[in-house]
């Protein structure tokens, strides 16, 4: 691991685990992309630019460099200005005080540090020790309207991960305008590749599209105020043909929880543009002078081996250096969550009816969810009044915590801290405190708005009504919802030059109130919601280590919620609850076996009311509990390989491998019965060719080559919704 630079050719060399990133500084200063790939010792890689490559008709130039004519439309470049002969997307887009927008950036300088310095104000990756990463800055300048670009790269010894982000701060004596500032941009030689993003919808998030790059420009946004349920901010480039175990494969995913923009251009000589940021749309910052403005990181990681290897390498440093607090690397408990069991529907026997079952089959945590608080019996009111309701709850949290922590559970509770209703006495009391444009219609989506963030005085209100019942009430865990999206996007405070800022503003604010609250209350396990999984995404993970995945809990559809949400994503920030059938969302009738081990390839838990259950069913939701504690280390802890996908076939399958290599756990997942059927076999991965493997039940012994290459055989079993889970030791 580490950065050089040559100063004969003013090359910048960065080097991550096995991943080489090369740039170069030309003569006059443009910072130049030469290449991104599987390590290479360092050399002088500029012909791997082509930058002599004029005479390209329509591309504008000759800029001279030391009498050799190019043009920047044909160069591949670090942080691409606008307006100044490169046409494709630029990174940045800046009106200066003549109405200008055309810029053109140059070196200036550069720094090396150990370490990772963070990003004020936005979540990041982080390092624990300096050894393990080292940043580059490099300060660029358009000397005409003295904005300087400080470029910021973090390459990672212990993983092929290399960070970026920009600074844009204004030098000038006059306010500049930021109608783009995007987070990277990285060029690309051809565009042989196909693009992978996560697309979906309320209930089914982040399915897994896949199609090869066209020449123009395609792109996968939010304009929504969230990063949302509809795009994820994840795209990657992968060679034509590649698989989870072979080719290359270039991941971008954003730390950002707002509107952004993640596109791949493919130009008219065939090179490939992706860049990433803050989405431009409904965007502008007035800059005055000496002030600056920090994009997020983008998390660029490149695999020699495929999906797969690059989904890890995500896994690893989000599990370990991007989530925080104290349960990053604790065992996550087992929960039962009360809302698909009552809805708004409950009293305090209720709850601790359910409680209790639960507590007797092994579930070690309940949550309860909407409808504790203000006069809340359906979603029309009382967001923002985060009073207990003592219609409900007569003894209120403490008469409720004791009944519950008396049950020997832990007791965890949710709130839906950035939003209001009309209908609450905190509206009443500040009609302004809400996102909104004076004169025009508050579009209430659920029947609420949401709290202006941008403004300091909410944000610490919010925080004061929050701190107040995690202090007065003994919880330990703290669902965090949020479930709408931003419509008459304006604040009564901000003056008109920056109603423009206040989605940016407003994701600033969350992350403060976010940072406040977990820092206050470091022994509470926070998972974050957004009806469902609508803001999985890196910068909430930094701080809440897990998420709820989806609404839906039909086990079937979480087969491709959950694998699609693995690309990026680690098991441990997955939550997966076994719910009733015929399941709430789609009506569909899954075995209990199914749905157990659905949901055991994440954060376990159940979403029904367990005193239904026949004694039987009791048992085997017992033995759930009893089995997933055992694997608990394995999933939340150990690497993901995925063996088969719910987007190709009928069939699913996945497993965990141990660090050490010597533990595995295997499901498997067939959604509907076949006639006929091939007699099929499941290849294993990630195990040591070396060892021997015994199967935990049977003590059947397997060598990991024979389970990696000739497989173990699948189930015969008649019936839709089959599933089985094998558990491997070496000996
Ligand atoms: C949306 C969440 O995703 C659900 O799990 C539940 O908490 C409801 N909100 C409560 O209103």
């Known amino acids: 691991m580490g950065i050089t630079f040559d100063q004969g050719t003013r090359t910048f060399h960065l080097q991550a685990k096995d991943t080489s990133y090369v740039f170069q500084a030309t003569p006059s200063g443009y910072l130049v992309h030469l290449f991104w790939g599987k390590k290479v010792r360092p050399a002088d890689l500029s012909y791997l630019a082509r930058a002599g490559a004029v005479g390209r008709a329509f591309s504008p130039g000759p800029v001279c460099e030391e009498g050799m004519p190019f043009s920047l439309d044909t160069t591949p470049l670090e942080y691409p200005s606008f307006g100044t002969s490169d046409l494709r997307a630029p990174a940045f887009h800046v009106q200066q005080p003549n109405g200008a927008t055309a810029s053109e950036l140059t070196v200036r300088a550069h720094e090396l540090v150990p370490g990772k310095p963070a990003l004020t ?86 399915h897994i599209e896949r199609r090869p790059l066209a020449p123009g420009c395609q792109s996968v946004e939010s304009r929504r105020g969230a990063s949302s349920h509809q ?73 020699a081996q495929g999906l797969g290897d690059m989904s890890r390498t995500y896994h690893r440093l989000y599990r370990t250096r991007l989530c925080r607090g104290t349960f990053r690397d604790r065992a996550r408990p087992v929960l039962i969550n009360n809302w698909e069991a009552t809805y708004f529907n409950f009293d305090a026997e209720v709850l601790e009816r359910i409680a209790r079952t639960a507590q007797a089959l092994g579930i070690e945590l309940f949550v309860l969810d909407d409808g504790w608080f203000g006069r809340r019996n359906d979603d029309r009111s009382s967001l923002g009044d985060w009073v207990v309701n003592r219609e409900k709850l007569p003894d209120g949290f403490a008469g409720l915590g004791e009944r519950i922590t008396g049950t020997g559970m832990q007791f ?85 030059e920056r109603q423009r800022e206040l989605a940016h503003r407003h994701i600033l604010g969350v992350y403060r109130v976010m940072d406040e609250i977990t820092r206050r209350f470091p022994h509470v396990l926070f998972e974050s919601c957004s009806g469902g999984g609508g803001r999985f995404d890196p910068g909430i993970l930094h701080y809440m280590p897990q998420t709820w995945t989806s609404d839906d809990t039909d086990a079937v559809c979480r087969l491709k919620i959950q694998y699609g949400t693995s690309v990026v994503y680690p098991a441990s920030a997955m939550g997966a609850h076994v719910s009733a059938v015929p399941n709430h969302q789609v009506g569909r009738v899954t075995s209990l076996e199914m749905r157990g081990h659905v949901a055991m390839s994440g954060n376990f838990g159940y979403e029904m009311d367990l005193s239904t259950l026949s004694e039987g069913e009791k048992e085997r939701v017992r033995e759930q509990v009893r089995l997933y504690k055992e694997i608990r280390p394995l999933v939340q802890q150990g690497d993901m390989y995925r063996l088969k996908s719910p987007f190709e076939g009928n069939e699913a399958a996945w497993m965990f491998v141990s660090e050490d290599r010597r533990e595995a756990v295997v499901f ?28 935990v039940d049977t003590r059947h012994v397997y060598g990991g080559d024979v389970l990696m290459n000739a497989g173990i055989a699948l189930p015969l079993h008649k019936g839709d919704f089959q599933s089985a889970m094998w558990r491997f030791r070496a000996g």
Not at 243 to 261: A, K
Not at 280 to 286: C, G, H, I, K, L
């Open 231 to 303: 795009q994820n901010p994840f795209v990657a480039l992968l060679e034509k043909g590649a698989t989870e175990d072979h080719g290359d494969v270039y991941g971008f995913s954003l730390v950002y929880s707002g509107n952004f923009v993640a596109q791949a251009e493919v130009d008219q000589f065939q090179t490939t543009r992706v860049s990433m940021g803050i989405n431009p749309f409904d965007f502008a910052w007035y800059l005055e002078p000496g002030e600056s403005f920090q994009t997020p990181e983008v998390v660029l990681v490149y695999s």
């Open 412 to 496: 965890g509770l949710w709130f839906e801290p950035e939003m209001v209703s009309p209908d609450s006495d905190l509206y009443r009391a500040h009609p302004d405190w809400c996102i909104h444009v004076p004169g025009r219609r508050r579009t209430p989506g659920r029947n609420q708005l949401i709290l202006d963030f941008s403004r300091a005085e909410v944000c610490d209100a919010v925080i004061d009504m929050v701190s107040q019942i995690l202090t007065d009430a003994p919880i330990t865990y703290v669902k965090w919802d949020m479930n709408r999206h931003m419509t008459e996007v304006g604040s009564a405070t901000l003056p008109p």
């Open 668 to 695: 498997w997942f067939r959604v509907l019965a076949q006639p006929n059927a091939p007699l099929g076999t499941l290849k294993l991965k990630g195990l040591d060719p070396n060892l021997d493997y015994g199967l």
């Open 121 to 206: 104000g936005l979540p990041a990756t982080y390092v624990e020790d300096d050894a393990e990463a080292e940043t580059l800055t490099v300060d660029l300048v358009d000397p005409l309207s003295n904005l300087a670009v400080q470029l910021t790269y973090t390459v990672y010894r212990d993983f092929d991960a290399i960070t970026r982000s920009a600074r844009l701060v204004n030098h000038s004596a006059e306010p500049l305008v930021l109608h783009r500032a995007l987070s990277a941009s990285v060029d690309f030689s051809h565009a042989d590749f196909e693009l992978l993003h996560l697309s979906g919808a309320w209930a089914r998030e982040r």
